[in-house]
């Protein structure tokens, strides 16, 4: 195979030198159509050898409207919250660092609190009242149904119950702001207990723990000081802007891929929100991409380059991509067949790509024939023309 390539090497130059040696005027005007770009020397490939060429025509596409633009990653907002404390004190022990996965209900730091004992002392009080007005109520049932209590002690024994009842409510309802447990809430209804004045503050939902925001020993404010910010990496936000002219192409729905130049990843997303202001500096507006990311390798204020897949179509003139060459001055042409073994270089305008195939905005007609493979050779003849090897 190497011989072989090298056989095809050897021919493509040798033939390109004596092709240097013609000048263009004597080719006729018919051989080509009429080139979009400047055209360097003519090159001809023995018969033998075009086998080992890959030709492909100019064609037309259809091809969904895409809008490229850059954007941000960041948290997703619906999946992100900060842990806050509902009472005050001390923390006594912090159970999580940063990086660490909880589920929901699982404990974060534990805070020594006044708050939390007079809550449980409240309602251990309030049980005792409802257990006490509970025994007097059926005692004064028993007592009216013979006949031995009047109606008003009967009905004022159901009030003092109910307002028992009314009073424990109101403390279990405390201890549940607080985030109590319902094994903690029965332990504090063991009146041989201690209580305790210590609170675990749990994780409200689950996530990663992305920021620690306290320090051992620091005191809490209650409902003031966050402690930790939590979020579900597994889908972020990617926060990109778009101009003007290209909002009738993006909707919300849309598909899009982003791309970062430190992973060979492609990352899928789609379209959730497009603002409703234009930013008076950059004349954008901010288009939210939420983004699958599962492998967590998409971390808050990473760059990206995003490729949004609009719904509306266009008919654009395709190439294969492998027929894309770049000169010295990293401008792209193509090698364009204008006859039979007989090849010429056409400087193109390129625009996007989909699949293996690249749009040719200005420089080639439909129905042109280019080199897709082997067309490097080409460029090395027209590069060292008088090298022999």
């Known amino acids: 195979m190497k011989s072989l390539l090298l056989t095809l090497l050897s021919a493509v130059c040798l033939s390109a030198c004596s092709s240097a040696a013609r000048p263009d005027s004597a080719e006729p005007a018919s051989s080509s159509p009429t080139p ?7 090159f001809s490939v023995p018969a033998e050898q075009l086998p080992h060429l890959k030709l ?8 969904l409207a895409t809008v490229r633009t850059t954007g941000t990653v960041d948290w997703d907002s619906d999946a992100t919250t900060q842990a806050i404390s509902q009472v005050s004190g001390p923390i006594t022990r912090i159970a999580v660092d940063t990086g660490t996965r909880v589920k929901a209900g699982d404990p974060l730091l534990y805070v020594a609190s006044a708050d939390i004992s007079n809550a449980m002392s409240t309602y251990r009080k309030a049980k005792n009242r409802l257990d006490l007005a509970r025994r007097s109520l059926d005692r004064s ?3 009216f149904e013979h006949k031995a209590l009047s109606a008003r002690d009967m ?3 159901q009030a003092d119950y109910n307002d028992a009842a009314t009073d424990l409510q109101s403390a279990l309802q405390t201890l549940r702001v607080f985030g109590v447990t319902p094994d903690d809430i029965a332990q504090a209804e063991q009146q041989d207990q201690a209580i305790r004045p210590e609170l675990v503050m749990r994780a409200p939902i689950a996530g990663t723990v992305v920021q620690k925001l306290v320090l051992p020993s620091q005191f809490i404010q209650a409902g003031a000081t966050a402690a930790f910010v939590i979020s579900n990496t597994s889908t972020v936000w990617v926060q990109g802007h778009i101009y003007d002219k290209d ?3 993006v909707h919300v729905g849309d598909t899009a891929e982003e791309r970062s130049a430190s992973f060979p990843q ?3 997303g789609v379209v959730a929100y497009i603002g409703d202001l234009i930013d008076p500096a950059t004349r954008t507006t901010p288009v939210r991409i939420v983004t699958q990311n599962t492998d967590g390798l998409l971390k808050k204020d990473l760059f990206v380059d995003v490729v949004i897949h609009g719904r509306a179509t ?3 003139l395709v190439v294969p991509t492998a027929a894309v060459l770049y000169d010295e001055q990293n401008l792209p042409f193509v090698y364009v067949q204008v006859s039979p073994g007989r090849f010429a270089q056409r400087t193109v305008t390129i625009g996007g790509q989909q699949d293996d195939t690249t749009e040719v905005v200005t420089g080639l007609k439909e129905g ?9 050779f080409l460029q090395f003849a027209n590069t060292y023309p008088g090298d022999p090897s």
């Open 36 to 42: 979009a770009g400047p055209a360097a020397g003519y």
């Open 56 to 63: 492909a025509t100019v064609t037309k596409g259809a091809w």
């Open 141 to 143: 049932k028993d007592l």
């Open 155 to 157: 009905e004022s024994a």
């Open 247 to 249: 909002l009738t192409t």
């Open 266 to 268: 492609v990352f899928h």
């Open 314 to 316: 266009r008919e654009v």
């Open 368 to 376: 042109e024939v280019v080199v897709s493979q082997g067309s490097v």
